[in-house]
């Protein structure tokens, strides 16, 4: 496989069609390369528009769900985020070179390690990787320029957004099969809260968030 092509294809092909069209967005996409997040069972897939399975019950994010998230939050490079979810590290390595510093959650032990070995090995030395439940946050960190939900939740925990900072930006994939709805939830006040739907998609659910609604958009 030619990598690089193929990286090209990806950006090309799957991510700037759907309407991620930041330059400085789809330059980092060949800087991070999402094949060094891969497992090696999946490498030869790692370009293909699929969540690819890392475990029984997890999936990594497609690549233009990825991009999409990134482009849409804005991050900038003072801020401050949190990445509920981490997965293997690819989007908090995307977010590291983004961020002044990333805070990375991962329920599954074994995702952490790999995680916190990827992006060691790539150089992104500005993210720290939690072994945790990301239901209730880091309340020791807060507050949030930016919390990023790496899947799907059926809600959003007000315990999350009380942990951003006012004028900070939360963005999670939310509802049930077979619709999803990226949202885009704005702090404007002590507990004023503003939201966009962003896009339609499905992604697979984050461990541990309860099913029955906490926060009413």
Known sequence: MNVEQARFNMIEQQIRPWD?????????????????????AHKSQAFVDVELPLTATRRMLAPKVEARLLQELKV???????????????????????AQRVVAVEADAGLAAQAAA???????????????DGVAGVAAEEPFDVILLSGSV????????????VGGRLAAIVGGEPVMRAVL?????????????MFDTVAGRLPGFAEAPAFSF
Do not use: C, M, W, Y
Not at 90 to 98: C, D, F, I, K, V
Not at 185 to 197: H, N, P
């Open 20 to 40: 991620v069209l930041d330059p400085s967005v789809l330059e980092l996409l060949h800087v991070v390369h999402r094949e060094d997040f891969v497992p090696e």
């Open 154 to 165: 059926a809600a959003v925990p007000q315990a999350l957004l009380n942990q951003l900072k």
């Open 118 to 132: 990827n992006l060691k090995r790539t150089g992104v030395l500005n993210v720290s990787v939690l072994n945790q």
């Open 76 to 98: 900038q490079r003072h801020e401050k985020v949190l990445e509920i979810g981490a997965a293997t590290g690819h989007l908090a390595a995307l977010l590291g070179h983004r």
């Open 185 to 197: 939830v704005t702090r404007k006040g002590a507990s004023e809260f503003s939201s966009v739907e």
